[in-house]
């Protein structure tokens, strides 16, 4: 959803606030800029404070949490969004230019909602009117279609852990999924190719949250998809270099039978958490708090890794996301 949140801010929010007093202006800034609960909570106490119209304060939250990439809480917060639609008035607002603007994020609440109680016919209705209401927005909605195929999907699929993969660090040698799972409760497979450029971008990361799940008895698995000799001499020399700094698995995807395929991976980064009995039990980015759920839910010593203390925060879809949430 960042494009509904980016394509109206400098434009809307910009007329919106000519002529405010600098007081206001600050306010508004501070509910579309929120970094956690307790600051939103204060921007929209001096909001009401001030006299601004109560849309303000509906969509400050809607901003926050799609910038938390809540779903659940969007989700709820859907019948809020509808029962305002009637009331939507396109002077007060921060973010949206006409109704339908507004309208498109209330189908879209709803098709989330659709999603927690895995109704997939209510899902498609609510998706396809969501597209009708603001077609511009396609490619923040298009991504809810991705992960309901891939979620149906990965319910059908029990992994063979008697799979093997070469070694990328040991000559001839193979490992197979049961051997990395070992005594653990769960797995972590992370996909990757040396000449995607969204791969490498995070491959840093990868290394905080995999030493981190190791250290909380998730072993990792960290699997080259390699269609090219080129490909595969550019793997083996990354894979080299951090030889000495990493105790994640290193294999190379099979050229039949693809588990990259298996898993329906189309896009980087991706990664699949695993049980120790094959079911799968997430696909996607590791920057989905879903992720991060699942795992505290395995293992409540496991926390996300801080990585913007070490390095800039992605969002789920691998964006830089900005301090200001744009």
Do not use: C
């Not at 921060?94 to 098709?111: G, H, P, R, W």
């Not at 039978?257 to 094959?278: A, E, I, Q, Y």
């Amino acid at each position: 959803m960042k494009l509904l949140l980016t394509a109206f801010l400098s434009l809307i929010l910009s007329a919106f606030t000519q002529e405010l007093p600098n007081d206001r202006e600050k306010i508004l800034e501070a509910l579309l800029n929120a970094p956690d609960r307790t600051s939103l909570d204060q921007a929209i106490k001096a909001g009401k404070a001030a006299g601004l119209p109560d849309q303000l304060f509906l969509e400050a939250r809607f901003v926050f949490l799609v910038n938390e990439d809540d779903r659940v809480a969007l989700a709820t917060l859907s019948s809020e969004l509808e029962a305002h639609l009637p009331k939507f008035s396109p002077d007060d607002t921060m973010l949206f230019a006409v109704k339908e603007d507004f309208a498109s994020i209330v189908q879209y609440t709803k098709a989330l909602a659709a999603l927690q109680n895995n109704d997939t016919t209510l899902f498609k209705k609510h998706i396809t009117e969501a597209f009708w209401l603001a077609p511009s927005h396609a490619t923040q909605f298009a991504p809810l279609i991705d992960d309901m195929r891939i979620n149906e999907a990965m319910k059908k699929i029990t992994l063979d852990l008697n799979l093997e993969f070469e070694d990328q660090r040991v000559k001839g040698e193979s490992k197979s999924l049961k051997a990395i799972a070992g005594g653990s409760p769960a797995f972590l497979i992370h996909f990757w190719s040396p000449w995607a450029s969204q791969a490498m971008a995070i491959m840093d990361e990868f290394q905080i949250i995999s030493g981190s799940l190791i250290k909380n008895n998730i072993p990792v698995a960290s699997i080259l998809l390699s269609s090219t000799t080129e490909a595969r001499r550019a793997g083996d020399d990354l894979v080299a270099r951090k030889k000495q700094g990493n105790t994640a698995h290193w294999l190379v995807d099979t050229e039949k039978f693809s588990l990259g395929s298996l898993m329906r991976v189309s896009s980087f980064p991706t990664v699949v958490l695993v049980s120790n009995k094959g079911k799968i039990l997430f696909n996607g980015d590791p920057a989905n708090r879903r992720l991060w759920e699942i795992l505290t839910a395995i293992n409540p010593e496991i926390t996300e890794p801080t990585i913007n203390a070490v390095l800039p925060k992605r969002d789920p879809k691998g964006t830089s996301r900005a301090k200001n949430g744009n």
